[in-house]
């Protein structure tokens, strides 16, 4: 800012070649003033910049296999995948962020910028992908299942659990869930479950929602291992779960 006001300033731009110097000088002041005024009033210069947010984002603490991610691509485009891995687009749109207005074809919402790698909208938290807090779901230490036995359990929303259960002989097995939604009126979370191949890759089931009075069935070999993750998607709280 020195310079240009050394420049502007100087006798080469304010001597008289037959016109008023008068207005030059005035016009050095009132820029110099804005320019005062502009960084004095404690302006955060992040808000003129959207490229933080260019990249691929998960609204989940924790990811699994079928996590929705957010793309938004430079130029004004956004993608959403239906997989973790970016596989299954569902949907495709502009988006632009002025300020901490995020506009997503012609729907317009605050958000609020946490860190680099994590920011919400209204009310729910997301984050960059593979910089999740609570990392990748198939890095937990699975809780064994015993057939026949409910297990009693307590989820943070936005969080995953992973259980697992080995079939003791073949065949088919029901796997049910207890929540504030659908069940005992015990429990207070509001859950969707999925369950996976041993190979954490192939899914038997994704996203189910109710598994009281309609269990989701597995058919298994004998001495075969299945995970099984419950997703605080909608709702924390407690819950129960059991293979039967």
């Known amino acids: 800012m020195n310079a240009i006001l050394k420049g502007e300033g100087s006798s080469t731009n304010t001597r008289n070649h037959g016109g008023n110097s008068k207005p030059a000088g005035l016009l050095v002041i009132a820029v110099s003033l804005a320019v005062l005024l502009f960084w004095g009033c404690g302006w955060d210069d992040t808000l003129l910049d959207s490229s933080w947010i260019l990249d691929y984002w998960v609204h989940s603490y924790s990811s699994a296999p079928y996590s929705d991610l957010l793309h938004f691509e430079e130029g004004g485009n956004y993608y959403r995948y239906g997989e973790y891995d970016r596989s299954n687009l569902i949907q495709t749109g502009t988006w632009a962020l002025t300020g901490d207005i995020l506009t997503m074809d012609s729907t317009s919402t605050a958000i609020t910028k946490i860190s680099d790698d994590q920011y919400s909208k209204e009310g729910i938290k997301y984050y960059r992908q593979y910089k999740e807090p609570g ?13 026949g036995i409910w297990i009693s359990d307590s989820i943070l929303f936005q969080t995953l659990k992973l259980y697992s259960f080995s079939a003791q002989v073949a065949g088919d097995y029901d796997i049910y869930w207890d929540d504030e939604f659908e069940g005992s009126d015990t429990t207070t979370s509001d859950i969707i479950v999925s369950a996976y191949r041993a190979d954490e890759h192939t899914p038997i ?7 009281y009075h309609y269990p989701s069935t597995a058919g298994l070999d004998s001495g075969e291992t299945i995970y099984i993750i419950v997703d605080a998607y909608y709702q924390g709280g407690s819950f129960r779960i059991m293979v039967n």
Do not use: I, M, R, S
């Not at 890095?139 to 299942?145: E, F, G, K, R, Y």
């Open 135 to 147: 990392g990748w779901v198939f890095d937990q230490t699975p809780t064994a299942l015993t057939y």
């Open 205 to 211: 089931f994704t996203e189910e929602d109710d598994g």
